[in-house]
């Protein structure tokens, strides 16, 4: 059974979800990432595969992934380390990234590598949902591979009913208006929107994302919803921590789940 | 014949479409149901036209170049864009989208620029309707380009610097699309060229067909046929192409010849040749052709032009040059730099450097003394003018 279903059924609740990107800070950091935050309590993980315009993401994502291309960092090497990061753990493993990476490589050979790998999720969010249909669904499909999909607070209800028809995974709530890094409090606002999808009813799991950065935030988000991402503030938390990315990681995830801890 | 409109989802032929994240659906498809409807109104026609005759000062003349022509051979026309208001075929489009943005209800316009023509003609359209405008502009074309940025200041224009990247047109369109995410409301996006999602590059090849729109008149009056032979015209994103091109997009009788920077040369590495450097990919939000990595990173271009460095090539011409509609001819920033001179002292006309590239392929073509040649002459040289005086110091004494 896929990890993410497995995931789901278990634990319905305070799923804390961390995103990383591959290669950073260094090039072989990806498997002490990954096998860290997993010991650490972290759920899911989801695996940025970095990319030169990634138009959707703030400095952060975007200074790391410009460090991680750098340092060397592309798909065929990632796929090793996601197979050797495979004989440590077991956490559902989620990739993220801009299709045009994926056009390149080939469809058909990257779910084949990804789900070789032990790959159990994609997201592409630059790629649309006709084309995804058309091209994509049932290869992902077969592989049993679970695509996830974003939704906004300007997506309109019946939108948000298609796109959660085409999300084989957990949907991806964007907090709100904005490219990633962004970090404040949850606004009376965000929570009407949230209300709003929660009034909707639908069968998917679903995750918070952007601007979950810190316990409160996490807490927050997980009132709502199946439990929440985080992703800048965790690559804030590892820049310049080269030498130390395994104590750096496992701080950062206590200090989400467990307030006290500083 | 081959299919030159676009279909129901923004395809030429496979080029096209909309590959944007879900944080930009609702701005772009706000644009895509109304678009059409608006430009089709019979009020926002007449608001269109009044302002490109009286504001920009269109028609733009076609202009036989008697010495040029003698010298190649050929009757060449200049078709004169540089003349409009702000110096460049740029502001038909700004003209249009400001019409659009005001009838969408926006008080916030923003907007990338390369050379800065297209953000002088922004800035130019917010100062006349009265609205908010920010332009995003890489820092190296910032220190390039320091005429149009200080003309964009002295219009009320915010310049923000995009460090990302290559510091250029490419990172400045990132820096305006991540703008547009965070400002979903509010706020209209004046794309330049024919690239990014669908509609903008139908949107904006509607907007500049008015080059030639007049071209099919005006040859009529002064050859006694509405149409020429070729049609040159350079090509980064290829908004001045697209608009010279558009009447004669199923014409065969029409060659098209799109002018790409070559740089330093088409394999030196420092280029901006997509045409022949490019394969099949996904630029702010096209699929395209564009200049890429094996893994589907976008390599960094080079051009002198500030306007032609850019990694991509819209769909159109990636598509009208895929079905052998259009001819790619490339051009090196040296020859580019001659053409110039030679222009400026052969019809004392100073083109702008992009401008400059169409009228170096003139040297690449043949053609028949009988044959019509117009030049898309999309821009005035006046912001390029420390590029041609370093070049002019470097050329030996007559």
Redesign the interface.
């Given at each position: 059974m896929n990890r993410l279903t497995k995931l789901f059924a278990a634990k319905p609740r305070d799923i804390l979800n961390v995103y990383f990107t591959a290669g950073f800070p260094t090039l072989d950091s990806t498997v002490a990432v990954i096998r860290n935050l997993a010991e650490a309590g972290a759920d899911l993980i989801e695996v940025g595969m970095p990319?030169?315009?990634p138009?959707?993401?703030?400095e952060t994502i975007?200074q790391s992934s410009?460090k991680a291309?750098q340092n060397g960092m592309?798909?065929k090497l990632l796929f090793e380390q996601l197979t050797e990061a495979r004989r440590h753990t077991q956490v559902p493993l989620v990739l993220m990234g801009?299709?045009?990476?994926?056009?390149?490589?080939g469809p058909e050979r990257f779910v084949a590598a990804a789900a070789a790998a032990g790959v159990d999720g994609l997201i592409l969010?630059?790629?649309?949902a006709?084309?995804y249909e058309r091209d994509f669904r049932e290869i992902a499909e077969a592989a049993d591979l679970q695509v996830s999909?974003?939704?906004?607070p300007?997506?309109p209800d019946e939108?948000i009913r298609q796109?959660a028809e085409s999300s084989t995974g957990f949907l991806y709530v964007?907090s709100s208006?904005?490219?990633t890094g962004g970090s404040s409090e949850i606004s009376d606002r965000q929570r009407a929107y949230f209300d709003r999808i929660a009034a909707l009813d639908l069968p998917n799991p679903k995750l918070i994302g952007f601007g979950i950065s810190d316990a409160a935030t996490f807490r927050t988000a997980c009132e709502y919803f199946n439990g929440a991402i985080i992703g800048s503030a965790f690559i804030r938390a590892l820049g310049g921590q080269e030498d130390r990315v395994g104590e750096a990681t496992q701080a950062f995830v206590k200090r989400i789940l467990e307030p006290s801890y500083s | 014949m081959i299919h030159t409109q676009i279909d129901e989802?923004g395809y030429y032929g496979r080029f096209g479409?909309?590959?944007?994240?879900?944080?930009?659906?609702?701005n772009v498809e706000e644009l895509r149901v109304n678009y059409l409807r608006m430009l089709e109104d019979p009020e926002f026609r007449r608001e269109f036209d009044l302002l490109l005759k009286d504001y920009v000062g269109r028609p733009s003349p076609l202009y036989y170049a008697d010495r040029l022509s003698q010298h190649y051979g050929a009757k060449v026309y200049l078709k004169r864009e540089d003349l409009n208001h702000t110096g460049a075929h740029k502001i038909n489009n700004t003209i249009g989208q400001i019409l659009l943005a005001e009838r969408l209800g926006k008080k916030r316009i923003i907007a990338e620029t390369g050379a800065g023509q297209h953000g002088v003609a922004t800035a130019t359209v917010c100062a006349l309707k009265g609205l908010q405008c920010i332009v995003y502009m890489g820092e190296v074309d910032i220190e390039r380009q320091a005429p149009n940025v200080a003309r964009m200041r002295m219009l009320g224009a915010e310049v923000r610097p995009a460090r990302?990247?290559s510091r250029t047109l490419?990172d400045a369109t990132?820096e305006a699309?991540?703008d547009w995410?965070?400002?979903?409301?509010d706020t209209h996006y004046i794309i330049g060229s024919v690239v990014g999602p669908h509609p903008y590059p139908d949107m904006v090849a509607r907007f500049q067909s008015v080059i030639s729109e007049e071209m099919k008149w005006q040859l009529a009056e002064k050859t006694g046929r509405d149409y020429p032979d070729a049609i040159v015209a350079c090509v980064g994103g290829g908004s001045n192409a697209a608009g010279a091109y558009y009447h004669y997009l199923n014409d065969e009788r029409v060659r098209l010849i799109a002018v790409e920077a070559a740089g330093l040369g088409v394999d030196s590495g420092e280029s901006a040749a997509t045409s022949q450097l490019g394969?099949?990919?996904?630029?702010?939000?096209s699929r395209t052709l564009l200049m890429?990595t094996?893994?589907?990173?976008?390599v960094e271009p080079y051009s002198i032009s500030a306007g032609l460095d850019y990694p991509g090539i819209g769909p159109l011409h990636a598509f009208l040059i895929d079905a052998k509609r259009a001819e790619a001819v490339s051009v090196t920033d040296d020859e580019a730099l001659a053409a110039s001179l030679f222009v400026a002292r052969q019809e004392g006309i100073i083109p702008a450097l992009e401008t400059a590239h169409a009228f170096a392929a003139l040297d690449h073509m043949s053609y028949g003394p009988e044959d019509v040649i117009v030049v898309c002459l999309s821009g005035r040289g006046d912001k390029d003018l420390a590029a041609f005086s370093a070049y002019l110091e470097s050329q030996p004494l007559p």
């Open positions: 990319y030169s315009d138009m959707a993401d703030g975007q410009m291309l592309n798909l801009y299709y045009n990476q994926v056009m390149q490589y969010p630059d790629l649309p006709y084309e999909f974003l939704i906004t300007q997506t939108r796109i964007v208006s904005s490219i | 989802r479409g909309a590959y944007i994240p879900e944080m930009l659906q609702a990302s990247g490419k990132n699309i991540r995410i965070n400002n979903p409301e394969t099949e990919g996904i630029i702010h939000g890429q094996e893994d589907g990173q976008i």
